[in-house]
């Protein structure tokens, strides 16, 4: 049901952006139509343009998101098991939270260069926040008692952490994942601002320097597919690996 009213969406939207472009209601400029868009779309695909760009683009997304959530489960954990170091590290980590990535970007070009390390140190910034904030608030979450009953077992700190504190922490964590998924492909277009010659946000910097409107659509509409493609991929492995989350984190059962 849930995928009927969500086609039944997708369908409204593309069926008032065809009349809108059909009546010449809004400049064939501004928005081309959903055929110019569509046909844009197979010339990019079959020249392997925007198979390149889609490759490029996949690759600093999932490195920067996957040291994202790698930086943020070790942080959190030293945090919930170490309180001075968490008194330590609050004040800093939360200043640099309330800076957005984007702005950090010089510092960035200048300690990493404008290569790929930087594309994907912009990413890891834009992942790391609120998937962090995932990570601690779910341990920070997990019931007390639930660790007593695995000291009392004879259970070693590892063991809690994955037996125990892990698995009770998981519906906070999915859903920052999910989020921080997000925004690595929201922060994608900045990071591909500086020195690049290939990928989605390149691709659509570029189109906008020669005022093809269509290859600009064509690029967001790849973006959010992709995007929607992931996080789909992301509910579906939760839904597979562990089953007992769906209620809690209330993804659709199709």
Same mark, same amino acid.
Request: with cysteine.
């Given at each position: &049901? ?16 065809? +009349? ?26 079959? $020249?392997? @343009?925007? *198979?390149?760009?889609? /490759?490029?683009?996949? /690759?600093?997304? =999932? ?10 489960? +070790? ?7 170490? @309180?001075?170091?968490? !008194? ?47 990570? !601690? =608030?779910?341990?920070?979450? +997990?019931?007390? @008692?639930?660790?007593?009953? =695995? ?21 906070? &964590?999915? *859903?920052?994942?999910? *989020? ?5 492909? !929201? ?5 591909? #601002? ?33 995007? #929607?493609?992931?996080? $789909?991929?992301?509910?579906?492995? +939760? ?6 989350? !769906? ?8």
């Amino acid at each position: &049901m849930r995928f009927f009213y969500s086609s039944v969406v997708f369908l409204s939207v593309l069926i008032a952006w065809f +009349v809108t472009s059909s009546l010449g209601l809004v400049s064939a400029f501004l928005l081309p139509s959903p055929q110019r868009v569509w046909s844009t779309f197979i010339t990019l695909l079959s $020249s392997g @343009k925007l *198979v390149q760009h889609i /490759g490029v683009s996949l /690759g600093r997304v =999932g490195a920067g998101y996957a040291i994202a959530v790698l930086l943020a489960l +070790v942080t959190s954990l030293a945090m919930v098991n170490w @309180k001075a170091l968490a !008194r330590l590290l609050d004040p800093p980590m939360e200043f640099v939270r309330q800076i957005p990535p984007l702005a950090l970007m010089p510092l960035l070009m200048l300690w990493l260069g404008i290569g790929e390390t930087q594309k994907i140190g912009i990413i890891i910034l834009a992942c790391f926040f609120p998937i962090f904030l995932s990570f !601690r =608030g779910g341990f920070a979450q +997990v019931d007390p @008692k639930l660790i007593d009953v =695995g000291r009392a077992a004879g259970f070693s700190r590892l063991q809690l952490m994955r037996r125990i504190a892990i698995p009770a922490a998981l519906p906070a &964590m999915f *859903v920052g994942l999910r *989020v921080g998924l997000g925004y690595g492909w !929201r922060a994608l277009v900045g990071a591909e #601002l500086i020195a690049s010659a290939a990928g989605l946000g390149y691709m659509i910097l570029d189109a906008q320097d020669l005022a093809r409107t269509d290859i600009v659509l064509v690029g967001v509409l790849v973006i959010g597919i992709i995007g #929607l493609l992931a996080d $789909s991929g992301l509910k579906a492995l +939760v839904r597979w690996r562990f089953p007992w989350l !769906r209620q809690e984190m209330e993804l659709p059962h199709a």
